[in-house]
């Protein structure tokens, strides 16, 4: 019987492969494959470690400034492992669905899996509508999300138009996504965004150290907790890229492989946030507080601009990661999911754009938004679904005994698994969702107050003063934060 499960847990995912073994391959094809067509467990690990990061890179030192140095590490590397868990748990209810379904001679060449449908496979519809209301709520808003970085980062290059032209200008740029087919396509996008994260952190680290710290500096937080639960949140979010895991998944010739790739891309993408985060944070202190993007405090120079414009490049990749599984949706709804025309897939898919254009003029709060969106949509999306979906999956000692895939035995088989799932339900809805959601929901309806609706440039700086009261200003290495919290944060 162990035998027979080995086998049919090989096979999954290997559809790709069977149909082009024996086949010959011309130059072309060769460079198409090399660049176009990923489907290794290194495409799966580029894609997960480039999707998780993203903008947020940018808002963590906010989160730090609200959270403290201590707290802002520790919050990092606690929500990080606790994201790589969910993922695996992910995985395995994949392999599980798509093992039954292939057993029953399901033909998924022409089908992208997605997180709905393997919730609807393992427990009724009732969990499909869930999973498929906050999925798809949160991917709507993490493309939202993108926008807003989009407007917000290009605007330190080039502030003669304002962020929300720059939201329409990058809105029209992110349609271009409709043309990519699926999250197959992205391997040459995927090893560019990490490239590109990277070199963005370490300019982060680097300049922030090469700077010094302003005069005056100081590091007051945690000192509400509305800003302490509303950073933490921020965290959440930052290793809740995993709404995708499906998608990315399908997308291998054997999906069976992911197990632990999530976990790698985590600890990768530490090396990233936490040296940025903490120098920048060490840089410039409580002026953070006011200024949720870090290129806002950094001194303009070349070595920014190409940051920057690395980061406008990263986020269009990105819109594309959270965008690419609502276009899978809206295709299902219509009929065309399974049309072989890209022109007429990508004709219909524009229709999800515009909504999420929209909201990136009506909510330009880059950095609280991604703490709302974390605590009410991360939290359940990513953390507290799949933990109870695997409970509930394997909740009968004959689905336990016939699992694809058996717990590992150092988190203690079954009990382990059960027990660190009733934690992260327990701690997500209490923590992340709990006070997350009141400082989160709070901070945002203040940045309402204080900013409005359709605010043409969220955080900009305020007009020039006037002569009579420049010499303030002269010393700075960075005048627009002290400007802009006198003026603005009384």
């Given amino acids: 019987m162990a035998s027979d499960k080995v086998v049919e847990t090989v096979i999954v995912g290997n559809y790709v492969e069977m149909e082009t073994e024996g086949k010959p391959k011309s130059v072309k094809n060769k460079l198409s494959n090399f660049f176009w067509h990923g489907g290794s467990a290194y495409d799966a690990w580029f894609s997960c470690a480039s999707n998780q990061v993203a903008q947020v890179l940018l808002t963590l030192p906010y989160s730090f400034s609200q959270l403290g140095m201590l707290s802002g590490v520790l919050f990092q590397l606690f929500y990080g492992l606790l994201g790589s868990w969910t993922a695996y748990l992910i995985s395995v209810l994949y392999v599980e669905y798509r093992t039954r379904k292939e057993r029953e001679k399901v033909d998924f060449r022409n089908h992208v899996i997605q997180w709905f449908e393997v919730l609807d496979g393992l427990l009724g519809k009732h969990w499909r509508n869930v999973g498929l209301a906050f999925n798809c709520t949160f991917l709507l808003f993490g493309s939202v999300i993108q926008l807003i970085a989009c407007a917000s980062n290009i605007y330190y290059i080039n502030d003669n138009l304002d962020k929300r032209t720059w939201t329409y200008i990058f809105g029209a740029c992110c349609a271009t996504t409709v043309f990519i087919p699926s999250f197959h396509n992205y391997r040459i996008w995927s090893f560019l965004g990490l490239v590109m994260t990277t070199y963005t952190a370490w300019y982060l680290t680097i300049a922030s150290y090469l700077h010094g710290q302003v005069e005056g500096v100081k590091h007051s937080g945690p000192t509400k907790l509305v800003l302490y639960f509303t950073g933490a949140t921020n965290i959440l979010y930052?290793?809740?890229?995993?709404?995708?895991?499906?998608?990315?998944?399908?997308?291998?010739?054997?999906?069976?492989?992911?197990?632990?790739i999530y976990l790698f891309a985590t600890l990768y993408v530490l090396t990233l946030t936490l040296p940025s985060a903490t120098a920048v944070y060490w840089a410039f202190g409580?002026?953070?507080?006011?200024?949720?993007?870090?290129?806002?405090?950094?001194?303009?120079?070349?070595?920014?601009?190409m940051a920057v414009i690395l980061m406008l490049i990263h986020q269009f990749i990105t819109f594309g990661f959270a965008c690419t599984p609502l276009y899978f949706v809206w295709e299902k709804a219509i009929g065309m999911h399974e049309c072989k025309s890209l022109c007429k897939r990508a004709a219909a898919r524009l229709p999800v754009v515009i909504p999420i254009w929209f909201l990136a003029i009506i909510f330009p709060f880059f950095g609280p938004i991604n703490s709302t969106v974390g605590s009410l949509l991360v939290s359940f999306t990513v953390y507290i679904i799949p933990a109870l979906a695997h409970i509930f999956t394997f909740k009968s000692a004959s689905a336990r005994e016939n699992a694809v895939e058996q717990p590992p035995k150092f988190v203690g088989r079954w009990i382990g698994t059960y027990t660190i799932n009733v934690f992260v339900v327990v701690w997500v809805f209490v923590v992340g969702f709990g006070f997350g959601g009141w400082a989160s929901v709070t901070n945002f309806v203040h940045q309402i107050d204080t900013f409005g609706l359709f605010t043409k440039c969220f955080q900009c700086p305020p007009p020039t003063l006037p002569p009579s009261s420049a010499p303030h200003l002269l010393n700075a290495t960075a005048p627009t934060p002290l400007n802009y919290t006198r003026l603005h944060h009384p």
Wanted: net charge positive; charged share 20%; no cysteine.
């Fill in 238 to 260: 930052t290793f809740g890229g995993h709404a995708v895991t499906v998608e990315i998944m399908h997308a291998m010739w054997k999906p069976q492989k992911f197990k632990a």
């Fill in 286 to 305: 409580d002026l953070l507080l006011n200024h949720s993007n870090a290129f806002s405090l950094l001194p303009k120079s070349p070595f920014r601009d």
